[in-house]
């Protein structure tokens, strides 16, 4: 958070007949930034979705409650729903109120992708003590979990050994894992 206070608003664009019961219930929801309910839902939440995202301090928070709008502190219970890919067969858990294929966090993809291909391009010639602690930090890290769901870019997941490398006739110092590699 920045300053420690940024906090972020659903805030649906449009309050009327073609506005989705599920984005209704979350208009003006308060959340920090970081928070793990904008992982599945940020805005838009498939097609046709006219909601928004907007910044606000707490210094907005407190203006908004005094001007007598009515702020949500707490997201409403996501229930769920089968998809089925007519063309594949395959069967997903889909949030109701969000598209298949829509319940994720773009920014944050493409923001952790940058930063994975940062981080391999960095250690790639560090000292091993150092690409190892590298990668075990990337791969405890909550942005590994997001990876493995929904991969975008490449994850360093292992330190290679000089050893290895060389047996393996390459000069790579980290494995990646991408989502053609899983």
């Known amino acids: 958070r920045c300053g420690g206070d940024l906090l972020d608003r659903g805030d649906v664009a449009l309050l009327d007949d073609r506005t989705r019961p599920t984005h209704r219930a979350r208009h003006n929801l308060v959340l920090p930034v970081d ?43 996501d229930t769920f729903r089968n998809f089925v890919n007519k063309r594949t067969g395959e069967i997903t858990r889909v949030p109701d109120g969000i598209d298949p294929g829509w319940a994720y966090n773009p920014g944050r993809a493409g923001y952790e992708a940058r930063v994975n291909q940062a981080v391999a391009e960095k250690i790639a010639d560090a000292p091993p003590e150092m690409v190892t602690a590298a990668v075990e930090e990337r791969v405890a890290s909550t942005a590994f979990d997001r990876f493995v769901q929904r991969p975008q870019g490449s994850m360093p997941v292992m330190p290679i050994s000089a050893e290895l490398a060389a047996a393996l006739g390459s000069d790579a110092r980290v494995a990646l894992l991408s989502a053609e590699t899983m």
């Open 35 to 77: 928070h793990p309910y904008w992982d599945l839902w940020a805005p838009p939440c498939g097609w046709g979705c006219r909601c928004t995202l907007q910044s606000l301090s707490q210094r907005d928070v407190d203006r908004l409650q005094a001007e007598g709008e009515k702020l949500l502190f707490e997201p409403p219970a």
